[in-house]
């Protein structure tokens, strides 16, 4: 139950006990399996190419070399640092609710809140 009070949280939720059902319960545990299986098989992002330090006009293949970088990096919170450069802001209670995301990595990156310490250290 910390895990869901953290991700409520993070995502901007209140946290009313009743909220914490069966459904959410084994959906915070595949989560958590997620990061332990992460962690232990953890992918080395890869290094940016030396054309992105000087990109000059060619600021669209840096940008999109950048997105790669950042689908593969992962913050202080475990999620890809992707979140930070996402096109909304603002989180939607649809959004929230949502349960066509493809996996849990893309339903935090949707919405997690863009504000706070740990979005902050994510940002630098």
Not at 16 to 45: I, S
Not at 91 to 97: H, S
Request: include cysteine.
């Amino acid at each position: 139950m910390r895990w869901w009070m953290i991700e409520q949280c993070r995502t901007s939720q209140d946290v009313v006990h009743a909220t914490f059902t069966l459904a959410e319960k084994d959906r915070v545990l595949e989560r958590m399996d997620f990061e332990a299986q992460f962690l232990v098989n953890k992918p080395e992002p890869p290094a940016l190419p030396s054309k992105f330090t000087t990109f000059g006009t060619k600021w669209h293949s840096f940008y999109e070399g950048f997105k790669g970088h950042l689908v593969v990096q992962r913050g202080c919170m475990e999620i890809p640092l992707i979140y930070v450069i996402r096109e909304h802001t603002d989180v939607t209670e649809a959004m929230r609710t949502a349960d066509d995301y493809d996996s849990s990595d893309a339903r935090l990156i949707a919405i997690v809140v863009l504000e706070g310490d740990e979005y902050d250290e994510d940002n630098k």
